[in-house]
């Protein structure tokens, strides 16, 4: 895990650095940044946590806050004075997640370390998260989530789906579902957000599976934040056994920001130039952000189509693993996505929903092997 320290005085970043590497929560990196850099320093790596010490100049506070939990994905524990009840209530509305008195920075610091490392240990417990990814248009990304999801709620009873696809949601449809509420709702009501909340947003699928909707209307996606994001994120995790992203391809702030709580990354491509190349650019970017590699599957949709590329050179050209191939069945596809039927249940004995299955299962051991352990690695590096 890494951690980020924006501060104008390099003694008080220098000591908020120690203080934070020190604290035993596994913080390999701690990454320090000037004011004059702090938005960029934000945007540049996926931290799972940023310290930002308020300028001497109160007014440029919030505003700073703002510009910086629209560039970072993390959690950002800002301190400053506390004499000033509206400043205080003015960065927390920007975004940040809590605020520290700069009186007693070190007490402060450490006791806010301590709730993280509570929440720490109480991850290993929660749910696991499974993000898909495609690496173009069309690739079948959200069809797949969707099956995933149902599968995983076949085997434990229940399973969350969130679409992050905030611009191009598919999840209500290929569930025949109706949602009366979705993530902007959440999003714009994040300070009082709690999981009775939470619950009441979901819309329950036959299945088992409990859907999170994306906004409605296109004058609704500008509400879906990165706060927001992670908010809603950690309380499926604690209500759900198995939590399944729907990415939007984008690789906006509100996406990235589910990065670090994610265990495992799903990268579904198909085997044509195109689709490959943007995988590379797509797993670039990751790299440069800190994401592990070994945490992200490459995973062929629509396999078995005529002079496709071989899997193998896939592989060499994008430096990971294909560890899963979901055959091309365009009649059971269309099929179920024209009756709103997951294939798994229209089609349970079809080749395409064979293959589904073992997916599903090697995401399950994964998950298995992690809990045996009793800790993982990050998808997020140190």
């Known amino acids: ?49 940023t310290v930002l010490m308020l300028p001497p100049d109160a007014e440029r506070g919030p505003e700073l806050v703002g510009k910086i939990c629209n560039a970072a994905h993390s959690v950002l524990l800002t301190v400053g004075p506390t004499h ?17 008195d700069q009186g007693d920075l070190d007490a402060e610091l450490k006791t806010s370390l301590m709730r993280r490392q509570a929440k720490q240990l109480s991850k290993l417990s929660s749910g696991w998260t499974i993000g898909l990814l495609s690496s173009c248009g069309g690739g079948g990304a959200s069809t797949l989530a969707a099956n995933l999801a149902v599968l995983l709620a076949k085997w434990h009873g229940q399973s969350a789906l969130v679409d992050l696809r905030t611009e191009a949601s598919d999840q209500a449809v290929l569930l025949d579902l109706a949602p009366t509420h979705n993530m902007a709702d959440l999003c714009r009501n994040v300070n009082r957000l709690d999981q009775n909340m939470f619950r009441q947003s979901l819309v329950r699928h036959r299945s088992g599976v409990y859907l999170l909707a994306a906004p409605g209307t296109f004058d609704e996606v500008p509400q879906v934040t990165p706060q927001g994001v992670r ?12 939590v399944v992203l729907d990415l939007d391809r984008s690789l906006r702030p509100e996406q990235l920001a589910a990065v670090p709580q994610m265990d495992l990354l799903l ?7 195109t689709s490959v190349r943007n995988a590379r650019q797509m797993l ?6 800190g994401v592990a590699e070994d945490r ?38 269309n099929l179920a996505g024209n009756t709103g039927v997951p294939v798994v249940l229209e089609r349970p004995r079809a080749r395409v929903s064979k293959s589904l299955v073992k997916l599903a299962a ?15 690695v990050p998808l997020v590096m140190q």
Do not use: C
């Not at 908010?231 to 198995?242: C, E, I, M, S, V």
């Not at 990268?267 to 130039?273: A, F, I």
């Not at 090697?362 to 993982?376: A, D, I, K, T």
């Open 231 to 242: 908010a809603l994120l950690g309380h499926a995790r604690t209500l759900f056994p198995y």
């Open 267 to 273: 990268l579904v491509l198909r085997l044509d130039m």
């Open 1 to 49: 895990m890494r951690a980020l320290v924006i501060g104008h005085d390099e003694a008080v970043t220098a000591r908020v650095a120690a203080i934070i590497t020190e604290s035993g929560l596994g913080y390999g990196a701690v990454d320090v940044a000037p004011l004059a850099s702090a938005v960029a320093g934000a945007g540049r790596i996926l931290h799972e946590l």
């Open 362 to 376: 090697g995401v399950r051991e994964l998950q298995e092997r992690f809990r045996h352990n009793g800790h993982g």
């Open 284 to 289: 670039d970017y990751l790299r440069k952000l």
């Open 296 to 333: 992200v599957w490459g995973v062929v949709n629509r396999y078995g189509q005529p002079k496709e590329l071989p899997v193998r050179k896939v592989e060499q050209t994008l430096g990971i693993t294909v560890a899963h191939r979901i055959p091309d069945d365009p009649a059971a596809m």
């Open 84 to 100: 000033d009840a509206k400043l205080v209530l003015r960065v927390l509305r920007e975004g940040a997640d809590e605020y520290l």
